[in-house]
């Protein structure tokens, strides 16, 4: 997955994803949502750097399924 910067893959984590539906389910309050992204931010930063497009490893499973006749 390319992304445009740590910061903007990091708001996205903080919004989707596991870390986003936890944030959801502990009804986190807005200081703890901005703590959240910004340590998700310097990790993503020190891992694949801060500056510029950042390259997140990902998995995409795509699937089929057809109902019994």
Do not use: N
């Not at 893959?9 to 919004?15: C, L, N, R, V």
Request: charged content about 25%; proline content about 4%.
């Amino acid at each position: 997955m390319i992304g445009k910067s740590a910061a903007s893959e990091a708001e996205h984590a903080g919004m989707l994803g596991p870390s986003g539906r936890l944030l959801d389910e502990q009804e986190a309050d807005e200081a703890t949502r901005r703590a959240v992204v910004q340590e998700t931010e310097a990790a993503f930063a020190a891992q694949f750097g801060g500056e510029g497009t950042i390259r997140l490893p990902g998995t995409f499973l795509l699937l089929q399924a057809q109902r019994p006749s």
